[in-house]
C-alpha cells in the first residue's frame, strides 16, 4: 500500500473507532443515589460518585485513580451502593462494570424498570475477581425489560482497602462491551513520524513546540541546554524559521531577552498576525517569576516588549504547573490549573478579556472533556474552534495520550466527546504539546519515543478528520480613500450568523493587518477611525475546501465639511419607515462624531427608487430621515442640530432598470455643516 494512503487511513481508522462501535453501548450519564464517597477538602472533585458516569477513563490500563468512584471508607461493614441511570429506557443483555482497582467487593446488580422495581440480574460469590483490576461483565441469556437504571451492592469488606469503580455499560448486544473501546493498533506507527532532526532537537529535552499561524516559525523550549541563560540552564526558548528553498527548518537560535532570562521560559501562543506572543510566568522587574501567564508585542523597532503580565480574577492555582493558549481573536484564554472545583488534578478552564484590560473568573469547561486525572497542554487551533490537549484520563495508548475536542457553541463550555488521536501520534508514554498551523498540513508535538536524546518535537502530516476548520487569512492595508495613504486603524471581524468578533490593529509601520477566520463561516469587516467614514464589507469563503491567502485593502473617506456622504449599511425593510436595529451601530458612530465637534450640524437626506406611487415614496424618504434622526436625539443630539430632507425618488444615483440598481437609490446621506 502507498505510504501516504496507509497512513492517512491508520489516523482515520483510528479516529473512527469510538464513533463506530460494533454496538450500541449506553454508559451511565446520571448518578441516583449513592451510599457514600470520598471527599477531601484539600482535593478537588476525585474519587466523586461524577467519575462513574460516561466511558471509562484509564482502560485498558487499570490503575488506583481519582478518575473513579471510591466510597468514603474502604471497609464498610454496612455496605456500600451506588444507582445510576442511562439516557433511556432499553431492554439490557449485557452490563459492564469497570471495576478499576480493588476489584471483587461487588454482591449483586440488580436493573430498575420504568416502575424503579427491582430485577435482579446477578449475584456474585466471594472471590469471583481475577484480577485486582477487571471488566466484571453480566451476559443475560434474553434480554430484559426496559430498564431505567442500574444499582451496584457491594460489601466492601471482602477486599481489604478502597474498591474503585470507573464507569458502568449495558448493551442490547452480545459482543462484548469492550469491543467498543477498542483501540487501533499500528506496528509501523513510528515510520509516519517525522523527526526534526539535529536543527530542532539534541541530547537534552525539547518541548512544547508552538507553530506560528503562518506556519513559518517554530518556537519551541529547551530544558538544561548548555547555551541557556544563567547557571542553573532552567528553560528557555528557542525559534527556526522555515526555509521555503530548501524546505527545512534552520538551525534554532535562542530568543533573546528579555523574554528568556534565569528562570524557566515558554511559549504558549502566537497570535495570528505573529505580533503578540503568549508566555508562560509572570516576569518581574528584578527578574524573578512568579505562577500566571504574560503577553509581549512587537515593536516598531523589532524587538519585543517587556512581558505584561495578565490580570485573571479570583486566579489560583494549586498545582505548581500551568499551560495557556489564546484564542485567535485574543479575548478567551484557555489554561490547565487546578482549583476547587477540578474534577481532579488539572483541569483546562476558560476566561474572557473584560474591558478593563482583566480577564474573567476562570470557568471549568466540563466533565466532558475534564477527567479525575490531570488534563494539559491545551492549544487553541487558528479556526478558534479545534482544540487539542494531553490527558491520562480518557482512554488511550500510554499513560499521557493526546485527544482532539471542538467547541460547539460560543459559551466555551460545551465541547465534543474527545477522540484520541491513534498510535501515529501517541505511544505507551508521556505524549503532549500538540500544535498546528492555520494550513492545517503538518501538526508538532513532543515524544520520548525514539528521540535523540530526552524528549524531541516531531511533525506528521494531518489527515482530514484531524484537521482543524479550513481556514482564510486575510491581509491588507487601511488607507485614505482621497489620498490613497496608509492610516492607523482597528478592524473589527464579525461573524455573520454567530457572535464571534475580533479586533485586528493595523499599524503601518508594523506592515499589514493580518487575521484568520474559518472558511464556513461568513463575516463581515468594518474598519473603526475617529474622523472617518467606514463602510461595512461582508465575506463569504464557504465553498472554499482548502487554506487561502486573500489580499484585500480597506478604504476609508474622511469626513470633511459640506460633503455629503451615504450612510453605509443603513437598513430598513421593504416600504417601511421603522428603523431595523442592525443600523444602530452605524447610527452611533455618527451620534460620536456629533458628540466629539459640539459646533457642527447635520442634515440628514433620505431617498426612495421609483417604484410605486410619486407621492407615497416622498412620504415615505422623509419618514425614513424622521425616524434617523429620533434615533441621533435619543443619544443626546440636541435636536435643533438635526435637520432632515425626504425626495423621494427624485434624485437616483443609479438607473431604475434593474433591482440590483434600484437598491443603490434606497439610501440616506448626510452632510456635515458648521456653525
Known sequence: MNLKIRFIFGIFYCLLVFSLPAQRVRWANKVISVSSEYADPLLGLEFRSLHILGKPSKYPTFSNSPSAWQSLTPDNPAGEYIIVSFDSLSKVKQVAIFENFGAGSIVRVDGLDENNKLILLKEFNPGYAQKSAQVTSINLPTATVPLRAIKISMNSERIKGYSQIDAIGISDSDVPIEESLKLNKDANAYSFKENLGKEINSPYNEICPVISPDGKKLYFTRWKHPSNMGKNKNQDIWVSNWQADTKSWAKAELFPEPINNDENNAVCGISPNGKTMLLNNVYRNDGQMEKGVSMSFLLRTGDWSFPKALKILNFKNKSEFSEYSLAPNGKILVMTTEMKDSFGGKDIYVSFWKNDDSWTEPRNIGQIVNTGESESTPFIAPDGVTMYFSSSGHVGYGNNDIFLTRRLDDTWLNWSEPENLGPIVNTAQWDGYFSVAAQGDYAYFSSVENSLGAEDIYRIKIPEKAKPLTLIQMAGQVLNQDSQETVAAKIL????????????????????????????????????KDGYICRLEKFDYSSE??????????????????KQYQIPNINFDQSKAELNPSSYEELDKIVKILQDNTNFKILLEGHTDNQGDWNENMKLSQERVENVKIYIVSKGISANRVRVKGWGGTKPMASNMSEERRKLNRRVEFTLQGD
Not at 507 to 523: E, I, N, R, T, V
Not at 545 to 562: E, G
Open 493 to 528: 471581524v464579525k461573524s455573520v450568523a454567530g457572535t464571534d468578533s475580533l479586533w485586528v490593529d493595523y499599524d503601518p509601520y508594523l506592515g499589514d493587518y493580518s487575521f484568520m477566520w474559518p472558511a464556513k463561516k461568513a463575516f463581515t469587516m468594518q474598519v473603526v
Open 545 to 562: 475546501r482548502n487554506f487561502k491567502n486573500v489580499q484585500r485593502n480597506l478604504l476609508i473617506i474622511p469626513i470633511q465639511l459640506n
